[in-house]
């Protein structure tokens, strides 16, 4: 039996002192990481974020298998984040779509969760109607039966507002622990013919900047998920059949997190060691093309 057909779905439930440690790790690191870039200057932090929210994109989308081009990606995202990087190559409609959905959740993570939203961030995604060769409904709840036994269609609305009015609830407040449980339950419901894995992640990156009340990103889920992509859906396979006890769930995605963290500072290696540097030679009197050049 699969969780959404049993009578007490949604409830799900957890044992607290068995993700307690691994929640105080992860809130200590990422304490940690927004302390270290909490003292870089603007122009690092927005390198950062940049270097980031690539990994983001790039990632997120090779785990459904579509693969971008990272600089195309770079070059999409610094032109909406007004940021000046010339020589890189343009970027396409299916690019863009997808920059647009993440930096909408994590820009505008104030703002609620809605039907509209969600829509919106779908039809973002499939551009052209179709994903790959085959023609598909966008902007709306699926209508036709898809291979994973999700629920009927019929109970997509019922389905759909239930989730979104506990999104949109104080119920745990933003944080990881609703970012994973918001994350598995929109993949439970799988409301969309395809791309509701993308969509799941974008939500999960929505409440951590929500957590984190910023839309600058400093580590990235997606590109740790991408590298345990099996464990990933072993992870969420387990979970889907049997009781609503989603405590190796959450155990999973903190341990994932925490090794997110953790690869940040390789992928964010060189913005930290420029910002020691600044640290060590603040006091020089350098022009601002050496600033501008040391800073790249």
């Known amino acids: 039996m699969y969780i959404w057909e049993r009578t007490e779905w949604p409830d799900f439930r957890w044992d607290d002192g068995s993700i307690a440690?691994?929640?105080?790790?992860?809130?200590?690191?990422l304490g940690w990481l927004l302390g270290r870039m909490d003292g870089l200057g603007f122009s690092l932090k927005e390198n950062a974020n940049l270097r980031i929210l690539?990994?983001?994109?790039?990632?997120?989308?090779?785990?459904?298998?579509e693969r971008f081009n990272p600089l195309s990606v770079r070059s999409s995202l610094g032109r909406r984040l007004g940021m000046d990087i010339a020589g890189l190559p343009p970027s396409n409609r299916s690019i863009d779509g997808v920059v647009d959905v993440i930096l909408d959740a994590t820009g505008n993570?104030?703002?609620?969760?809605?039907?509209?939203?969600?829509?919106?961030?779908?039809?973002?995604?499939?551009?052209?109607?179709?994903?790959?060769?085959?023609?598909?409904?966008?902007?709306?709840?699926?209508r036709a039966a898809v291979h994973y036994e999700a629920p009927p269609a019929r109970r997509l609305d019922h389905e759909m507002d239930r989730f979104l009015a506990w999104f949109n609830s104080d119920q745990?407040?933003?944080?990881?622990v609703k970012a994973a449980l918001a994350h598995l339950w929109f993949v439970t419901i799988h409301p969309f013919e395809d791309g509701n894995g993308r969509i799941a992640r974008a939500?999960?990156?929505?409440?951590?900047?929500?957590?984190?009340?910023?839309?600058?990103?400093?580590?990235?889920?997606?590109?740790?998920?991408?590298?345990?992509?099996?464990?990933?859906?072993?992870?969420?396979?387990?979970?889907?059949?049997?009781?609503?006890?989603?405590?190796?769930?959450?155990?999973?995605?903190?341990?994932?997190?925490?090794?997110?963290?953790?690869?940040?500072?390789?992928?964010?290696?060189g913005v930290l060691a420029r910002g020691k540097f600044w640290d060590t030679w603040a006091t020089e009197d350098?022009?601002?093309?050496?600033?501008?050049?040391l800073n790249k």
Request: hydrophobic letters at 40%.
């Open 109 to 142: 993570h104030a703002d609620p969760l809605t039907k509209e939203r969600l829509c919106a961030w779908h039809g973002a995604l499939f551009p052209t109607g179709r994903s790959g060769l085959v023609a598909i409904q966008t902007g709306a709840w699926r």
């Open 286 to 293: 350098l022009n601002e093309r050496q600033i501008t050049m």
């Open 203 to 269: 939500i999960m990156e929505l409440v951590h900047a929500r957590f984190e009340r910023s839309s600058l990103r400093f580590f990235s889920l997606s590109h740790q998920i991408e590298q345990e992509r099996n464990d990933y859906y072993a992870a969420l396979k387990a979970t889907q059949s049997g009781t609503l006890d989603v405590s190796a769930w959450l155990d999973w995605y903190f341990s994932c997190a925490i090794r997110a963290i953790a690869s940040s500072k390789e992928i964010l290696g």
């Open 54 to 65: 690539t990994q983001e994109v790039v990632k997120s989308s090779e785990i459904e298998g």
């Open 21 to 29: 440690s691994k929640e105080k790790q992860f809130l200590l690191d």
């Open 172 to 176: 745990l407040g933003p944080g990881p």
